[in-house]
């Protein structure tokens, strides 16, 4: 059983970064594909980001080129480096599979992007 909790969130001003983890309390050795989804206030939750265990990643093309997602095995964490952020980035941003394990979901760490 992998249980994840996300942290790193908070306020932040247009341009600036975050970075947000997501803690395994098991090990994720098992779990192929890791990402990181999220959901603004009335809008659906989508991926943002993935990666494969194998290093693969994937992202979103609102978030190509600024955000950076890696996973740390021997920690049991995946991360997600959120550079020249921008309004539109503001939301929860949860960790998950990929597809999604409906037990997994958690409560999610919010970013506000605001000036």
């Known amino acids: 059983q992998v249980q994840l909790v996300e942290s790193g969130g908070g306020l932040v001003q247009p341009g600036g970064s975050l970075r947000l983890s997501c803690a395994a309390s098991g090990s994720i050795f098992s779990i192929n594909v890791m990402g990181w989804y999220r959901q603004a206030p009335g809008k659906q939750r989508t991926l943002v980001a993935h990666?494969?265990?194998?290093?693969?990643?994937y992202y979103a093309d609102s978030v190509k080129g600024r955000f950076t997602i890696s996973r740390d095995n021997a920690k049991n964490t995946v991360y997600l480096q959120m550079n020249s952020l921008k309004l539109e980035d503001t939301a929860v941003y949860y960790c998950?599979?990929?597809?999604?394990?409906?037990?997994?979901w958690g409560q999610g760490t919010q970013v506000t992007v605001s000036s």
């Open positions: 990666i494969i265990r194998g290093g693969r990643t």
């Open positions: 998950n599979t990929v597809p999604p394990t409906y037990a997994y």
